[in-house]
T-cell receptor, first 116, second 112 residues
Framework: SAVISQKPSRDICQRGTSLTIQCQVDSQVTMMFWYRQQPGQSLTLIATANQGSEATYESGFVIDKFPISRPNLTFSTLTVSNMSPEDSSIYLC?????????????FGDGTRLSIL | KQEVTQIPAALSVPEGENLVLNCSFTDSAIYNLQWFRQDPGKGLTSLLLIQSSQREQTSGRLNASLDKSSGRSTLYIAASQPGDSATYLCAARSSGNTPLVFGKGTRLSVIA
């Protein structure tokens, strides 16, 4: 399965600042996703990162708050903008294997973000 | 809208015991279901994927079953070990175009 590297692994940020999280995959993948896991909660999909076009956001998430880039089939970034303490979460990059939804989905180790 | 529930939220068992983790989903028109393991401070590790046409999948000491009619899946762990201690997450996909919907997980502790 694909190896997914996320950077940074954790960060502590000041209120009002922005942070960009990087996701690098060791092979070309069709589907890349960004999830959020708030403390004590299950994973929630933020958006699907589309190569060469704008990301597809889930209800409750907007591009101004969570801009996403996907310049190629192995790399994506998620920016958390104008952060507040409510954004303290684990952010996870996920990829689907070639073959689509019939294949397992895999996750990186996540970025643990704390906002002061 | 698909909703996934996992019971119990936490479970503690002695080493060597066989155990079952439960997952229920509301939309029986399921596409596939995936079980994951999450260690503290880590991402998710995929354990098993069951397609809608399958009844079960096995990997080593793990066996996952799927019963669409009752909206349930179980993860059976045989001969549990302290290294099995982790949070186990169940996620269901309703169609090929919809994302995985996750339960809140079951936090398992295997006591030596």
């Amino acid at each position: 399965s694909a190896v997914i590297s996320q950077k940074p692994s954790r960060d502590i940020c000041q209120r009002g600042t922005s942070l960009t999280i990087q996701c690098q995959v060791d092979s070309q993948v069709t589907m890349m996703f960004w999830y959020r896991q708030q403390p004590g909660q299950s994973l929630t999909l933020i958006a699907t990162a589309n190569q060469g076009s704008e990301a597809t956001y889930e209800s409750g998430f907007v591009i101004d708050k969570f801009p996403i880039s996907r310049p190629n089939l192995t790399f994506s970034t998620l920016t958390v903008s104008n952060m507040s303490p409510e954004d303290s979460s684990i952010y996870l990059c996920s990829v689907g294997e070639t073959g689509g939804a019939r294949q397992p989905q895999h996750f990186g180790d996540g970025t643990r973000l704390s906002i002061l | 809208k698909q909703e996934v529930t996992q019971i119990p939220a936490a479970l503690s068992v002695p080493e060597g015991e066989n155990l079952v983790l439960n997952c229920s989903f509301t939309d029986s028109a399921i596409y596939n279901l995936q079980w994951f393991r999450q260690d503290p401070g880590k991402g998710l590790t995929s354990l098993l994927l069951i397609q809608s046409s399958q009844r079960e999948q096995t990997s080593g000491r793990l066996n996952a079953s799927l019963d669409k009619s009752s909206g349930r899946s179980t993860l059976y762990i045989a001969a549990s070990q302290p290294g099995d201690s982790a949070t186990y997450l169940c996620a269901a996909r309703s169609s090929g175009n919809t994302p995985l919907v996750f339960g809140k997980g079951t936090r398992l502790s295997v006591i030596a």
